[in-house]
């Protein structure tokens, strides 16, 4: 466990160091932050805690995707890097051990500054309207939703990475995430996970637990993918984005195993 820790501490300070990071993380956060106090979408609730819910939904949307963006090319970066490989398999821990420390280092770097911003708009409303259930919001959305969706993003966004040129992956994870999190049945030629338990997108945790408007909860749609937002649905919702995030992540796993003798990493 200790040495998997310090995994995770050296993959966080590596990624507090690269600008990419906070180039694709802190703009989409000043957007969502911008959104929330703009948007009617938002400003419209009377409740402040709704505002907080509806305000969790903007962050999932764009900071989840900026994160996955930003840490696309790391787990090809670690194999192209030379001696790297050989470097990490002499270290007293298991490849998967190391790669899913790889993972959760820069995921929390880039995470802590969507954090603050979401708490502190949930801590100024709570103090506006000397009620603390917006604070209440914000920390629940962010247990429930925002890390969850964050986790599914990052591990599908380093599978792609692993499987075409980052250039493409970053595109490809462009389209997935909106065709998952925000093209309702109305919008999508295709059949879409938009509205359902399998979106990544937390909407019904956060219309549970975090007040957010019921309409990100089902979509416009009915069926058995979405039911009524209720602690069930919500917490298979829950269940269903974090199975998503370790499959990705097992199988971006495999992806990176080691070649044979000679072989180069592609």
């Known amino acids: 466990m200790t040495v998997f820790l310090c995994s995770v501490r050296y993959e966080a300070l590596m990624a507090a160091r690269r600008r990419t990071v906070w180039a694709a993380v802190l703009p989409l956060a000043a957007l969502s932050l911008l959104l929330a106090l703009t948007s009617p979408v938002v ?66 770097t880039a995470l802590a500054p969507i954090a603050a911003l979401l708490l502190a708009y949930g801590a100024v409303l709570a103090l506006a309207h000397a009620d603390a259930r917006p604070l209440a919001a914000a920390l629940t959305a962010l247990v429930t939703a925002v890390v969850p969706a964050a986790l599914a993003a990052t591990a599908l966004a380093g599978l792609l990475g692993l499987l075409m040129p980052v250039a493409a992956a970053r595109a490809g994870l462009v389209a997935v995430w909106l065709w998952a999190t925000q093209f309702p049945p109305r919008f999508s030629p295709l059949p879409t996970p938009t509205g359902t338990v399998l979106s990544p997108l937390g909407g019904y945790p956060l219309v549970a637990w975090a007040d957010a408007p019921s309409v990100w909860a089902a979509r416009d749609g009915a069926g058995p993918l979405r039911p009524d937002a209720t602690g069930t649905s919500a917490c298979l919702n829950l269940a269903l984005v974090l199975l998503t995030a370790v499959v990705c992540h097992v199988l971006g796993h495999l992806a990176a195993r080691p070649r044979r003798h000679g072989e180069r990493p592609r």
């Open 43 to 108: 400003t419209a609730a009377a409740d402040p805690a709704t505002r907080v819910g509806a305000a969790a939904v903007l962050v999932n949307t764009f900071c989840a995707l900026g994160l996955a963006l930003a840490t696309t090319d790391l787990p090809r970066r670690g194999l192209r890097t030379r001696g790297m490989p050989e470097l990490l398999t002499a270290t007293p821990t298991g490849r998967l051990s190391r790669s899913t420390g790889a993972l959760l280092g820069p995921l929390l």
